[in-house]
């Protein structure tokens, strides 16, 4: 397991993967350890995998400040990998809240991003915000799934202030096309590859300065893949075409009966996609 020095000292690893030019990917939670990430179905047959485990995740340290986990602060960590790996650019991938994390690099740094993938990405890093209508209608395209009243009734609970961990449980099936028991082996994992001091400090205030990032976007001549999936809601597929439109050279694929994590709902497509797309660059 290779490991480098952050700007502060902290010891970050990484996990190589599979062949090719690298990829770096950015796990998502918000903290959530590399390993869910897996072989992102397939695609180390065509790019070597560079998975971070961000700070405090994983088999990364933990930092002496926890106000080095905002993600705004994260951004620094991504430099010091690519310096690290001796690389003049990068092709980046941000899953879920890490969408946010790969995009603040992007924007801080638009010369060292070669192609940027950001799949399902969470958006609060360019103001665009997920509603409880959002994930209402999403969940409802799911009407005729047997755990689909469980998670009707959660959403409720949550809107009305009532959440609590059984709540969110049964929202879980939601994050994934098919709730199988690949599915929910994966969804038990997460509960031991999340640092949840690390994901309280993520979103902390001061992370994000929308409009100063939707302008820096600007300048970023890199292609950039939004990919969102067809029953997601963070992003819907609605977002994610306003998200992808932020960037100069942006495009949105969804991925049909896709959740939150497409890699595992259809890895062929999500391959294909992804590969094709970095091919390009």
Same mark, same amino acid.
């Given at each position: 397991m290779p490991t480098f020095s952050a700007y502060d000292g902290t010891e970050l690893a990484y996990h190589e993967k599979g062949d090719g030019e690298p990829l770096l990917c950015l796990?998502?939670?918000p903290m959530r350890a590399a390993a869910y990430f897996g072989d992102l179905g397939g695609l180390t047959a065509h790019r070597r995998l560079i998975l971070l485990d961000l700070r405090g995740?994983?088999?990364?340290? +933990?930092?002496?400040?926890?106000?080095?986990?905002?993600?705004?602060?994260? +951004?620094d960590d991504v430099e010091a990998l690519r310096e690290h790996l001796g690389l003049e650019r990068i092709d980046l991938l941000g899953h879920s809240a890490s969408g946010n994390l790969a995009t603040l690099y992007a924007a801080r740094r638009p010369k060292r991003v070669r192609a940027l993938v950001l799949v399902t990405p969470a958006t609060h890093s360019v103001g665009l915000t997920v509603t409880d209508r959002d994930h209402r209608d999403a969940a409802a395209l799911r009407a005729g799934e047997p755990w689909y009243?469980?998670?009707?009734?959660?959403?409720?609970?949550?809107?009305?202030?009532?959440?609590?961990?059984?709540?969110?449980?049964?929202?879980?099936?939601?994050?994934?096309?098919?709730?199988?028991?690949? #599915?929910q082996a994966h969804r038990a994992a997460g509960a031991t590859e999340k640092n949840a001091d690390a994901a309280a400090a993520f979103y902390a205030e001061g992370a994000f300065d929308p409009p100063a990032t939707?302008?820096?976007?600007?300048?970023?001549?890199?292609? +950039?893949?939004?990919?969102a999936g067809e029953w997601d809601s963070g992003p819907n597929p #609605?977002?994610?075409?306003?998200?992808?439109?932020?960037?100069?050279?942006?495009?949105?694929?969804?991925?049909?009966?896709?959740?939150?994590?497409?890699?595992?709902?259809?890895?062929?497509?999500?391959?294909?996609? +992804? #590969?094709?797309?970095l091919a390009q660059d």
């Open positions: 796990p998502g939670g995740t994983g088999d990364s340290a +933990v930092p002496d400040d926890p106000a080095t986990y905002r993600c705004d602060r994260l +951004v009243p469980a998670a009707e009734a959660a959403l409720g609970e949550i809107a009305a202030g009532r959440a609590t961990a059984e709540v969110w449980n049964a929202l879980a099936p939601l994050a994934y096309g098919r709730w199988d028991a690949t #599915a939707r302008a820096a976007l600007t300048a970023l001549a890199a292609p +950039v893949l939004v990919l #609605a977002h994610a075409e306003e998200f992808a439109a932020l960037f100069p050279h942006g495009v949105r694929q969804v991925q049909p009966r896709g959740a939150h994590f497409p890699w595992l709902d259809d890895p062929e497509w999500f391959v294909r996609r +992804v #590969a094709g797309f």
